[in-house]
């Protein structure tokens, strides 16, 4: 059977079973941080639904799956939630601008906005916005690469 079904199914299973014990914020909440962490789910304290969960992908044989119908829970929470992730990159940490970028956001989509945000010191300046499947990348390298590109592009019309 298709890994995606399969991932999808269990997803759509957790996401049910937390929307009825009600404790899908919870769940949804460590689910998000063992997926960012990457974190041993042994040596985190589960929460009861996801600890049956481990349970019955074990008993199945499938609990290589587990990533994929965590990465499913989440998107299937946001959807029925009308949440929306979003990520920004920056060089350094600015949770003023965490803040004004989560305040635009839910404005331009009227939807309640949950925002990880990252540090790499590698952008220079500025920083990487991903919504959805949207990228806004306002950082100096990506600038530069432009840049670089146009001298490329422009020297290979001289010769």
Do not use: W
């Amino acid at each position: 059977m298709n890994a995606g079904v399969i991932s999808s199914r269990y997803a759509k299973a957790l996401l049910k079973y937390t929307q009825e014990t009600g404790n899908g914020e919870r769940v949804f909440t460590q689910v998000r941080d063992l997926l960012r962490r990457h974190a041993d789910m042994a040596s985190v304290e589960l929460e009861p639904e996801l600890r049956n969960l481990v349970a019955l992908l074990i008993r199945k044989g499938r609990l290589e799956e587990v990533k994929f119908i965590f990465r499913d829970y989440v998107r299937m929470y946001c959807d029925s939630t009308g949440t929306v992730l979003a990520h920004l990159t920056s060089v350094v940490p600015s949770p003023d601008l965490e803040r004004k970028v989560t305040a635009l956001l839910e404005e331009k989509t009227g939807r309640r906005i949950i925002l990880e945000a990252d540090t790499d010191p590698g952008l220079i300046g500025g920083f990487t916005l991903l919504v959805g499947d949207y990228m806004l990348d306002a950082s100096v390298r990506h600038q530069i690469d432009a840049i670089r590109r146009q001298f490329i592009i422009q020297n290979n019309r001289i010769v």
